[in-house]
């Protein structure tokens, strides 16, 4: 039971197609370019077609590609000191967004001032391996097992990271709206 | 007959991401309900984070793969790959 060319290349533009927004999603954050990011895509979409007959159909087929293009980032796309500064974690580890506007600000109502491209830009500040799993899991909803699947870690480390960068994205976000002065700093 | 009388607070809060995330199960997840339902604190505490996380994925999701990258693929992968392979 051969399967044609033709009938591969449909399956693939049926199924595989409708992850392209996660995978560029992806890639964009990986690379912090977008002309990158789509080189990133079409090389790790022709990988996945080339070796469609290894995914077994009714598998979890997002993980998958994510983590061929994930694969394809490490070998040939990664750039040693391309980025900008990276957030200090072990400073954002203590610090809780609830605690300094719970108060005044329960609902959360502030962040509504804060911008999409804010909002990245703090992503992309983050160290790689905090970026990549944040992603995954706030950005695309994967559940952590399947990001331990891609990212080859254990789940407790996909918590902790998580844990962590979510810590770190607060504290930039939060010093961005005090700075924009959408929200006055804690007197305490 | 319960093993326990529930969580406190600081035993809830430690388990604020993994509820969110949906990951708890079992016992854990149900104490940690039981507690937040109770609890007028750790409620609004989980609900201010659950906002966070809404307005995170909400900024960030908002891109789309771009449509000449969409062509892209339909060209140079699916198109061309099939020649290649020929």
């Known amino acids: 039971m051969t399967i044609t060319v033709d009938e591969q290349r449909r399956a693939f533009e049926q199924e595989a197609l409708p992850h392209l927004d996660t995978l560029y999603r992806v890639a964009l954050r990986l690379t912090s370019d977008p002309s990158r990011a789509e080189d990133l895509v079409q090389d790790a979409m022709l990988k996945a077609l080339r070796s469609w007959e290894q995914y077994q159909p009714g598998t979890n087929l997002r993980a998958w590609l994510l983590t061929i293009l994930r694969n394809t980032f490490i070998n040939d796309y990664r750039r040693e000191k391309a980025r900008g500064p990276t957030v200090d974690l072990a400073d954002a580890e203590t610090f809780r967004l609830f605690d300094e506007v719970g108060d005044r600000d329960p609902e959360g109502r502030f962040f509504d001032q804060i911008v999409d491209d804010e909002v990245l830009r703090a992503i992309d500040q983050l160290p790689e391996e905090f970026r990549e799993t944040l992603v995954l899991s706030d950005v695309e909803g994967l559940p952590y097992q399947e990001i331990s699947t891609i990212t080859k870690v254990p789940v407790g480390t996909v918590k902790s990271r998580l844990f962590r960068a979510r810590r770190a994205l607060q504290s930039k976000l939060y010093d961005y709206a005090v700075e924009m002065g959408y929200i006055k700093k804690n007197p305490e | ?86």
Do not use: W
């Open chain 2, 1 to 86: 007959m319960k093993k326990h009388e529930g969580l406190n607070c600081d035993d809830c809060v430690e388990h604020l991401y993994t509820y969110l995330d949906g990951e708890l199960t079992g016992e854990t997840e149900s104490d940690v309900r039981v507690h937040i339902e109770g609890c007028g604190d750790c409620f609004g505490h989980f609900e201010f984070e659950r906002t966070f996380l809404r307005f995170l994925e909400a900024r960030a999701k908002a891109q789309c793969a771009p449509e000449p990258l969409r062509r892209r693929i339909f060209k140079e992968v699916l198109l061309d790959n099939g020649s290649e392979a020929e």
